[in-house]
């Protein structure tokens, strides 16, 4: 694709609900990458995949986050029970290969816990 | 552990003029990469421009230059004949060249006519 897309652009869920965050990377890139956006913070590393496999997910703050990319390409962010810390932009991005290679943002999506 | 500080919450720049942002990072390694990303109110991160440690030539991408300086661990980036559409976040980042990235926590441009 032209470009690394994300949806949806915003949520707003309730506390306690499950919400899906949805990635597609350009095409042909092999690793993904998963970024927390606090307001007025820089993105903060969550999970990183090459192709299908999460090789590294150390930035999951808690275990109600959960995060695949089961064919290789379309990845989606899942966060469970949804407290209101959780509130921020998530977003996505991607990289022809490993990570002394540019990273691709997408839009981000932006999430309202309420 | 590795840091990025980015000292200036906001900086404020005449259009056609000339800005700096401020970047210092911490860090053991002697090989790494360090990347300018601005984000624009739409939020989608653009690179603007890329350094490799080991290069001791300062990057340039036609408006947008860096001083690299590695012993102070310094990572500035300047823009020349500032533009309106030059007004966004930017994000200072760092990377050993493993797959993470360490950002800032930025410095909004603001662009005055």
């Known amino acids: 694709g032209a470009g690394v897309s994300q949806s949806p652009r915003y949520k707003v869920a309730k506390r306690g609900q499950d919400v899906a965050l949805r990635c597609d990377p350009i095409s042909g890139h092999v690793s993904l990458f998963w970024y927390q956006q606090a307001l007025g913070q820089g993105p903060e590393f969550l999970t990183y995949f090459q192709n299908e496999a999460q090789l590294d997910k150390s930035g999951l703050p808690s275990d109600r986050f959960f995060a695949e990319r089961p064919e290789g390409s379309v990845s989606t962010l899942k966060i469970q029970r949804t407290q209101q810390e959780d509130s921020a932009v998530y977003l996505c991005a991607s990289s022809f290969a490993l990570a002394a290679e540019t990273q691709y943002f997408g839009p981000g999506t932006r999430l309202l816990v309420l | ?113």
Do not use: H
């Open chain 2, 1 to 113: 552990a590795q840091t990025v500080t980015q000292s200036q919450p906001e900086m404020s720049v005449q259009e056609a003029e000339t800005v700096t942002l401020s970047c210092t990072y911490d860090t053991s390694e002697s090989d790494y990469y360090l990347f300018w990303y601005k984000q624009p109110p739409s939020r989608q991160m653009i690179l603007v421009i890329r350094q490799e440690a080991y290069k001791q030539q300062n990057a340039t991408e036609n408006r947008f230059s860096v001083n690299f300086q590695k012993a102070a661990k310094s990572f500035s980036l300047k823009i020349s004949d500032s533009q309106l559409g030059d007004a966004a976040m930017y994000f200072c980042a760092y990377s050993t060249g493993t797959y993470k990235y360490i950002f800032g926590t930025g410095t909004r441009l603001k662009v005055l006519a």
